[in-house]
């Protein structure tokens, strides 16, 4: 699976962002080499559910809403990536198959993706945060 740009990016602001301090966007863009516009949409969208505060003005800057420990790696995934399979065919849109009893490419597919979010599914953001002090 591929994450798209804006999963990436919202996950290394959260690797970034804590509770106890704002991190700025200039901060975010700097550090994190992401665009100032991939910066606000993501942190937008973190924002509007329940992942980040923000609060502007001098000392501003965007704070975990809730503890890291709190907050999945998987519920960031689900929250920027589309609702779609790894699935190479289209069964879901025509429902026509001719193979897919036997299909042993579609039962390979539905493992793998089973398997991704397995290895995600107990990954927390704290997993993941960096030492900001030396980054």
């Not at 969208?45 to 609060?55: H, I, P, R, S, Y």
């Not at 779609?84 to 579609?106: N, S, Y």
């Amino acid at each position: 699976m591929r994450l798209n740009a804006a999963t990436n990016g919202a996950l290394r602001i959260l690797m970034f962002c804590r509770e106890d301090r704002p991190l700025t966007m200039p901060d975010m863009t700097r550090k994190l080499g992401l665009t100032e516009a991939l910066v606000i949409k993501t942190c937008n969208e973190l924002m509007q559910a329940g992942v980040l505060v923000g609060q502007r003005g001098r000392g501003g800057g965007y704070r975990l809403a809730r503890p890291a420990s709190s907050i999945g790696a998987l519920e960031i995934i689900d929250l920027f990536e589309a609702k779609q399979t790894l699935f190479p065919c289209h069964v879901g849109e025509t429902g026509e198959c001719r193979i897919l009893p036997v299909c042993k490419l579609r039962r390979a597919c539905e493992k793998a993706h089973a398997a991704f979010r397995g290895a995600l599914e107990m990954l927390t953001v704290a997993d993941l945060a960096l030492d900001t002090e030396q980054a």
